[in-house]
């Protein structure tokens, strides 16, 4: 899981005509997920989302 802000998330449209680019903040839940729309509001919550997730993936692996 990564938290990222560094590129646009790819554009799921098909064809030529695919819209413009928009960067913003995202989040990959896996090594090939495209990206998720992250809302960054604080640090603070950033650092509780972060950890939710890992909490959240901890208990999927243990299952």
Do not use: C
């Amino acid at each position: 899981m990564e938290f990222d802000n560094a590129h646009a998330v790819k554009s799921r449209k098909r064809g030529k005509y695919k819209g413009r680019i928009v960067l913003y903040d995202h989040m990959h839940k896996s090594a090939t997920d495209k990206g998720t729309p992250y809302t960054f509001t604080s640090v603070q919550q950033l650092i509780e989302d972060f950890f939710n997730e890992v909490d959240r993936i901890l208990k999927e692996v243990s299952r």
